[in-house]
């Protein structure tokens, strides 16, 4: 059984006439009668009755029309669906993100994203950065939103924002009052870190800007998000150096002071396997590459 046989089936079904049914499918009586016959030599039964008076629908036949339109607007339905994946219209991407890029970057790209490809859905799967890596090599991930320089061969990146570190410290704490400090002020105080294990490369980039202001960190916590780090400062256990988009996270107990002098940036970066070429993942990347990086600081 093959489509154009369906298709001759249901034109003869609704003419119950070989001449209109012909003209209407732009061939002779001939292959119309042919199509007819192996399709119900297919289905193992007569489709149509011939006599002198024209044709007519068997039981058969007649239980086989709804059948017949839904196998042919099934398979137009797949095409068209294939066609708008192929395009870029339609279809799903596998997205992964860190968490603080909610709070930078993010948010915007998703809007912009929403209103020029609304039919285009985007599966987002919070992760830690090494995690993202991992699972855009193996191919289920189709682009990550991650706070590392480290990119894995095969894999291309473009910049989403940069932005300055600053001192977190509970709210009741004497260096909450100061406009600014230097990290050197946190010496000697119960640290607070994000894990080497999710983050290596911030956890030793803050390492070593403690050790560049002469000090080394007493790290009490190791945790696996930066909003974990904030809410164990809020509640009064230690201080930590966490990127200054999470001021906005509004957790009560916390306090944020900006640093003196010079820090490393806290950078995001979009990254993506070298050779997708999916029409969808080309769309994604060139809204998030619309969104301009944020200078440090602001």
Request: hydrophobic fraction near 45%; charge should be positive.
């Amino acid at each position: 059984m093959e489509f154009r046989h369906l298709r001759c089936f249901l034109a003869l079904a609704e003419e119950l006439h070989f001449g209109r049914a012909a003209a209407r499918l732009a061939m002779t009586q001939p292959p119309l009668s042919l199509n007819i016959q192996q399709l119900e030599a297919s289905v193992g039964a007569p489709l149509f009755v011939r006599n002198s008076r024209g044709v007519a629908l068997t039981p058969a036949g007649q239980a086989f029309v709804p059948r017949a339109r839904a196998l042919l607007e099934a398979a137009g339905a797949a095409a068209r669906e294939a066609r708008e994946v192929a395009q870029g219209v339609s279809g799903q991407l596998r997205v992964g993100f860190a968490g603080t890029v909610l709070y930078r970057g993010l948010p915007q790209i998703l809007r912009g994203f929403a209103q020029r490809h609304p039919r285009l859905k985007l599966v987002l799967r919070e992760m830690s950065s090494s995690d993202q890596l991992i699972d855009l090599q193996h191919q289920r991930l189709e682009a990550g939103f991650v706070h590392t320089t480290r990119v894995p061969p095969g894999c291309s990146q473009v910049l989403v924002s940069r932005q300055a570190f600053v001192a977190c410290v509970p709210a009741g704490h004497a260096l909450a009052r100061k406009r600014r400090l230097a990290p050197a002020a946190l010496a000697g105080q119960p640290f607070v870190a994000i894990s080497r294990a999710v983050s290596p490369d911030y956890h030793d980039r803050l390492l070593a800007l403690c050790a560049d202001h002469g000090f080394e960190p007493d790290v009490r916590f190791e945790l696996r998000h930066w909003l974990s780090v904030v809410s164990v400062v809020a509640q009064g256990l230690g201080v930590s150096l966490v990127p200054a988009a999470l001021q906005q996270a509004g957790l009560p107990g916390a306090a944020f002071v900006p640093l003196q002098g010079d820090s490393p940036p806290y950078e995001t970066h979009c990254l993506w396997r070298d050779g997708d070429e999916s029409a969808a993942l080309a769309a994604f990347l060139d809204v998030v590459r619309s969104q301009r990086p944020v200078a440090p600081g602001h």
